[in-house]
């Protein structure tokens, strides 16, 4: 399995930006696809975007297309969320994830497929 630890959370005013990081260890990292989840209290965790093995393709939860971006560093092994214009409604723990096997579909990338989490890192966007 791939071994994933969050950093980058914290707290932001409505309209700022916010990055999150992710770095990986374990099984080559560029073999698998990535993405990340949040989960806001009493909500079931939610997909927010996914990215190919090679970073070429990606995709985007509707609430967020346009003001995130996914990215991905496979020479350093790290995984990044750039977080623009960024609402209240987007307050909530967000977690990186790896493919449960290698050479996946980023776009059937799903929170049922995912077999390694990270400890997930909180976001908390004020009015």
């Known amino acids: 399995q791939v071994q994933l630890v969050e950093s980058g959370g914290g707290l932001v005013q409505a309209g700022g930006s916010m990055r999150l990081s992710c770095a990986a260890s374990g099984r080559t990292f560029s073999s698998y696809v990535m993405g990340w989840f949040r989960q806001a209290p009493g909500i079931e965790r939610e997909f927010v975007a996914s990215i190919s093995m090679s970073g070429t393709g990606t995709r985007y939860a509707d609430s967020v297309k346009g003001r995130f971006t996914i990215s991905r560093d496979n020479a350093k092994n790290t995984l990044s969320l750039q977080m623009n214009s960024l609402k209240p409604e987007d307050t909530a723990v967000y977690y990186c994830?790896?493919?449960?096997?290698?050479?996946?579909?980023?776009?059937?990338?799903?929170?049922?497929?995912?077999?390694?989490w990270g400890q997930g890192t909180q976001v908390t966007v004020s009015s």
């Open positions: 994830a790896a493919d449960n096997s290698p050479y996946g579909l980023f776009t059937r990338f799903s929170a049922t497929s995912a077999g390694s």
